[in-house]
């Protein structure tokens, strides 16, 4: 009788801490995910999956899906709805965590994504959903779900070559008669699949490049641009750079290149006026601006705060002609700050006031009230 009593009593403790997580399961949940049809080697996809937080108020909830071996996925926060509190990728396996409590009924989106190597053989891959849905409630008891949805997607196609290339675009300038343009550096390489052999044409003689052919399977190509103008007039010069490659998906790419020859200029005399200020009372900043080479140009000064370029000017000056530049800076920040033009730099700083300056108007106010109840007392007494 002992024994059935208390095996009675274990069975009610335990439908009663079991009921609780059964009917917050059943009252939100059911991950589902979404994904393609089919995919290309080498595509990057997103995988979604949504699902509605029980009505328990969770303490946290987290989410853990598997792609495929061998793929690769990357997750962040704020690609998730709400905005997930945190996020881990490694390899294949995306996991995603908000902090709560969340109310009941909050639906939530999830979003990683995917890239399927190029390597890939055409054909199913599966999703495991082992990792699934985690509720934490605050104490030892975790609420776990599998995901339901999308499984599978289908690897039909051999994604091409694609051209990448950085810079977007280039700029030389250089006095008339003075050094040569530093050179610049154009790196290409594959970001698709199989191999990109590429080459490259220009439609400029000043302009030439170290190498203009090459194949890359994802790893950078560095090729080096020159421009020579050696006998050319002061003016602007445009030209293109044009990448091909055989079977790349956006065969050719055109990269814009510019070239100034121009005046030879200087900066002198740099002034800060003044050098000390309360927030909010502009500065006045100047130059002096000097072609010193044979032919008229323009040039563009640039302002620089704390390193950071601000505003700009363009001055266009005859032979040994000399312009004076004036900016204007504001700040609201209290702090020292650094000007420079070309390589002449200066200092100017923004003071907080004092709270006597800010204060000024309320001791006035108080000393006349003062010095008024002192006068009409002794009038008050003397009568």
């Known amino acids: 009788m002992r024994l059935l009593v208390a095996f009675v009593t274990i069975m009610a403790l335990m439908v009663a801490v079991l009921m609780p997580l059964n009917i917050a399961l059943g009252q939100g949940g059911n991950a589902t995910r979404v994904l393609p049809a089919t995919v290309q080697r080498g595509e990057t996809f997103d995988v979604t999956a949504t699902f509605t937080a029980p009505a328990d108020e969770f303490v946290a909830i987290s989410f853990t899906d598997f792609a ?93 070559p694609i051209i990448s290339f950085s810079p977007a675009s280039f700029s030389f300038s250089v006095a008339q008669g003075g050094s040569p ?71 050719p790419q055109t990269v814009p290149v510019t070239l100034y020859v121009g005046g030879k200029f200087t900066i002198t005399s740099l002034d800060v006026t003044p050098q000390q200020v309360p927030p909010g009372q502009p500065v006045t900043v100047s130059a002096q601006v000097t072609n010193t080479g044979g032919s008229e140009g323009s040039h563009t000064v640039n302002l620089s705060v704390n390193g950071q370029v601000e505003q700009t000017k363009t001055v266009t000056l005859a032979p040994e002609a000399t312009e004076t530049v004036t900016f204007a800076v504001t700040k609201e920040t209290p702090g020292r700050y650094t000007i420079a033009i070309g390589d002449l730099t200066k200092e100017f700083t923004v003071v907080a006031p004092s709270w006597l300056n800010r204060y000024w108007w309320m001791i006035v106010v108080g000393i006349v009230a003062v010095v008024l109840l002192v006068y009409f007392l002794r009038r008050r007494t003397g009568a």
């Not at 052999?197 to 950078?220: C, K, P, R």
């Not at 044009?242 to 998906?249: C, K, Q, R």
């Open 181 to 251: 343009p530093a050179d610049e550096t154009l790196e290409i390489w594959n970001s698709g699949c199989g191999v990109l052999n590429w080459s490259l044409t220009d439609d400029a003689e000043w302009l030439s490049q170290n190498s203009t052919s090459g194949s890359s399977t994802g790893e950078n190509d560095t090729v080096v641009l020159s421009a020579d103008t050696t006998g050319m007039s002061d003016g602007d010069y445009s030209a293109n750079i044009t990448i091909t490659s055989p079977g790349a998906s956006n065969s």
């Open 68 to 160: 495929p071996d061998g793929w690769n996925v990357t997750v962040d926060e704020t690609w998730c709805q709400p905005e997930g509190s945190w996020t881990k990728a490694t390899g294949n396996r995306a996991e995603l965590a908000w902090q709560g409590p969340y109310d009941g009924g909050v639906d939530f989106t999830t979003l990683y994504k995917v890239t399927v190597p190029c390597g890939a053989s055409v054909g199913n891959y599966t999703f495991d959903g082992h990792g699934g849905l985690a509720y934490y409630v605050g104490r030892p008891e975790h609420i776990f779900e599998d995901i339901t949805g999308d499984s599978e997607v289908e690897v039909v196609l051999t994604a091409p």
